[in-house]
């Protein structure tokens, strides 16, 4: 029996239009009756389908109608069905980040790609990193700083020079970026086991942001950060073009 399948769109017009295309051809039900979620639009859309399915987190097979789309199979209107039966599995495991803020306010949000903190005004931010409640890192200068996961090592884990990581891997990337003192600090790969906690230093003079994929928390003194195997979510990629096999790829491209 085939799937019975809820198409959903970015606001994007290629987006839409492709909504329209394949409701069309295949059909649609409810959002809440649906086995599988087809997720059209970028790698931000499928971010932000993956949060609000969480509470059910059913398979989402999506196809690029935005701009990057690592985590999107390519758009075709042809053979849907076929392309997700066949469609191979990929399994990951979100962030939570708890974030207490100036004002005393406690916020979780859950991160699929990374949790970065990021200086709010031009003074340089000042952070001391935890591993399991034991400081590794006394005083970091930097930007900012991020911890990603094995799904977003290729985000902007990537962009900040930090290493790709197979999703199998079950490692985390704690990559800062633009690192002042120690200039010469590339980061580290931790376990996903491992709870890191960031403290913000001079936090009147420089204030830090913290953000677990779009979801923001400025003003924060203190972060952690866990990887939470409770949670879980399926992709579906087309097969012979796994998540495994994308992320294995892009360590090999110029």
């Known amino acids: 029996m085939a799937p019975r399948l809820a198409f959903l769109a970015s606001d994007r017009p290629e987006a839409m239009a492709a909504r329209t295309a394949l409701v069309a051809r295949y059909g649609d039900v409810a959002e809440a009756e649906a086995d599988v979620l087809v997720a059209l639009g970028g790698d931000g859309f499928m971010l932000e389908t993956l ?108 962009s900040a020079h930090g290493p790709i990581i197979p999703l199998s891997g079950e490692v985390l990337a704690l990559t800062p970026i633009s690192a002042f003192r120690p200039r010469r600090w590339r980061g580290a790969l931790l376990s996903h086991k491992d709870k890191v906690t960031f403290d913000i230093l001079e936090a009147d003079k420089r204030p830090v942001s913290a953000v677990a994929d779009n979801v923001e928390v400025r003003d924060v003194l203190q972060v952690d950060v866990v990887e939470d195997r409770r949670l879980s979510f399926t992709l579906l990629f087309d097969a012979g073009r796994s998540l495994e096999e994308r992320v294995l790829a892009e360590q090999f491209t110029a």
Do not use: W
Request: glycine share 8%.
């Open 51 to 158: 949060r609000r399915d969480l509470e059910r987190r059913r398979p989402i097979y999506g196809m690029n109608r935005g701009s990057v789309g690592f985590l999107m199979n390519d758009y075709a209107e042809e053979g849907l069905l076929e392309r997700i039966a066949a469609a191979e599995k990929a399994v990951i495991h979100p962030l939570v980040m708890t974030a207490r803020d100036a004002a005393g306010t406690t916020r979780e949000a859950i991160a699929i790609n990374e949790v970065s903190l990021l200086r709010q005004t031009y003074q340089s931010a000042k952070l001391r990193i935890l591993i399991d409640g034991r400081v590794r890192m006394a005083e970091l200068t930097c930007d900012g700083i991020l911890l990603a996961t094995p799904a977003g090592s290729t985000a902007y884990n990537l």
